[in-house]
């Protein structure tokens, strides 16, 4: 009896002993395994810089990308999208697998991008990704001069409808807004403008799509263009004189209260307003 229990406990022993830690008793393993990270193509968040090699045809793109303590960024290049004419119409890609922050890739850095031109620049723009413009007009070379919002060449401040695009702009107006009254010297401006308002809608003749808010805004002319000072609903020109007491009683007095809320029966803008 003794041999045969001492011969049961060795069997029983030997087969706790096969037994790995982690696997099941089958030998396969009790976790699944890590999926690796995907690496995706994207474009960068930025190109802040355009320069035009000593070639006059090689341009490098100065490009912001993702970052981290391991590599983030694998085939990082610039193509022409369309053959050169009037512009030169440039793509910035690469692969990441920073849309897993689990990569690491948190942070970006500055990286350069080249492409080839079939033949020399010129004088021709640059537009990178198909909204970030460059130009050679007024830049300092090699580099091209980075456009802004209001294009490469903007209206100077004055009495204009581009620059009271500006200005519309300057205050961050909503899409489709209507100018509705301007009051300028040159050095300073009062505007009023509105937006639609209500549910959308393709019927013209429901009047809830036809109802208004508005909004008035002061500004003085710098050299960046129109600069906000304050907006007011207020009339004449308490609300503006507290802020800047140099804007002119002569744009500002005849000022009537502006409502908040323009009704249906709001008469639509002159033919001499435009939309943003």
Request: proline share 9%.
């Amino acid at each position: 009896m003794a041999v045969l229990i001492s011969t049961l406990a060795a069997l029983w022993l030997g087969a706790c002993g096969t037994q790995v830690a982690g696997e099941g008793g089958d030998g396969s393993s009790s976790s699944a395994p890590t999926e690796p990270i995907p690496w995706t193509t994207m474009e960068p968040s930025a190109v802040t810089g355009v320069r035009v090699g000593g070639d006059g045809r090689t341009l490098l793109l100065d490009a912001q990308v993702p970052s981290g303590p391991n590599p983030c960024v694998r085939k990082l290049k610039a193509v022409l999208t369309d053959p050169m004419a009037e512009l030169v119409r440039v793509q910035v890609t690469y692969t990441s697998p920073s849309g897993d922050r689990a990569s690491g890739c948190t942070k970006e850095a500055m990286a350069t991008a080249r492409v080839r031109l079939p033949k020399p620049l010129g004088d021709r723009d640059v537009i990178v990704d198909n909204y970030t413009r460059f130009t050679a007009d007024k830049a300092e070379p090699p580099a091209l001069r980075l456009c802004g919002k209001l294009g490469c060449t903007p209206a100077p401040t004055g009495c204009t409808a581009a620059s009271y695009d500006q200005a519309l702009m300057a205050v961050d107006a909503p899409n489709h807004t209507y100018r509705d009254s301007e009051k300028c010297d040159g050095r300073w401006l009062v505007m009023d403008f509105s937006w639609r308002t209500g549910p959308a809608c393709g019927d013209s003749t429901n009047p809830a799509c036809s109802s208004r808010l508005g909004d008035r805004w002061f500004f003085r002319a710098e050299k960046s263009g129109w600069r906000p000072i304050v907006a007011g609903a207020a009339g004449g020109c308490r609300d503006v004189q507290r802020k800047e007491p140099a804007f002119p009683t002569s744009l500002c007095e005849s000022l009537a209260p502006l409502s908040s809320e323009l009704h249906p029966s709001y008469a639509p803008p002159s033919a001499s307003a435009t939309t943003r």
